[in-house]
């Protein structure tokens, strides 16, 4: 069946990199994701990368994929306290298909 | 563009009651997921419509059901409620957006529901 694993938290300190690590079960998923909730906030879309590709990068961010491995990380560049938030790994096969997200990663900042 | 809007954003409700919660997407969006948010079982696929035809449907018990209107405004129906129901039930709808090449999700605020 479908699953995605993530830690459940991560500390980094301000002006570190942070990363957040996934791992999902089906081998199958086309789509890959990463979403940003921010406390009280609903959940925004941060990236996505295709199973067709390794890596993706958008300004402090960059997505890694080793689909042998079926892992997936994202790496959050010079890591400041508006990155307080939890970040949810997700996936889906196809584009209509339903999108199976993990249980978020809490992302606590230190000064 | 207004962003998608749910109502109520909050609710308590007793144990054998039902509800009915609803979702009105961003205009031009014909697709309306519905997701359970429990701080222990994480973020939960409860189903998905689109054009009015329930096309994907997460593990979740009968009790749990919805519709969408030719307005591709949905509602999200829980009957005889349980504790163990008391989550954010958050309501996404999504377009398939040419530059992205991805269908991408916008997310609602949810609504808070508590059952006493």
């Known amino acids: 069946g479908e699953d995605v694993e993530q830690s459940l938290f991560l500390s980094v300190r301000e002006g570190d990199s942070s990363v957040i690590n996934c791992t999902y079960t089906d081998s199958s998923s086309t789509y890959l994701y990463w979403y940003k909730q921010e406390p009280g906030a609903g959940l925004q879309l941060l990236t996505y ?52 997200f993990g249980k978020g990663t809490r992302l606590h900042i230190l000064p | 563009k207004a962003g998608v809007t749910q109502t109520p954003r909050y609710l308590i409700k ?48 009968g009790r749990f059901s919805g519709r969408q209107f030719s307005n591709s ?18 309501c996404a709808s999504s377009i398939w957006e040419e530059r992205l090449s991805t269908d991408t999700q916008y997310f609602g605020p949810g609504t808070r529901l508590t059952v006493l």
């Not at chain 1, 560049?77 to 508006?82: E, K, L, N, R």
């Not at chain 2, 205009?27 to 035809?53: A, D, M």
């Open chain 1, 49 to 100: 990368i295709f199973s067709n590709m390794d890596m993706k990068q958008d300004q402090r961010l960059t997505v890694l994929l080793n689909k042998k491995d079926k892992h997936l990380s994202l790496r959050i560049a010079d890591t400041q306290t508006g990155d307080s938030a939890i970040y949810f790994c997700a996936e889906s096969i196809t584009r209509d298909d339903k999108i199976i």
């Open chain 2, 73 to 90: 405004r949905s509602e999200m129906n829980v009957s005889t409620l349980e504790l163990g129901d008391s989550a954010l039930y958050l």
């Open chain 2, 14 to 61: 007793t144990r054998g009651q039902q509800v009915t919660l609803s979702c009105s997407p961003i205009s031009g969006h014909r697709s309306v997921s519905w997701y359970q948010q429990t701080p222990g079982q994480g973020l939960q696929f409860l189903f998905e419509y689109f054009s009015e035809t329930q096309r994907n449907k997460g593990n979740f018990p």
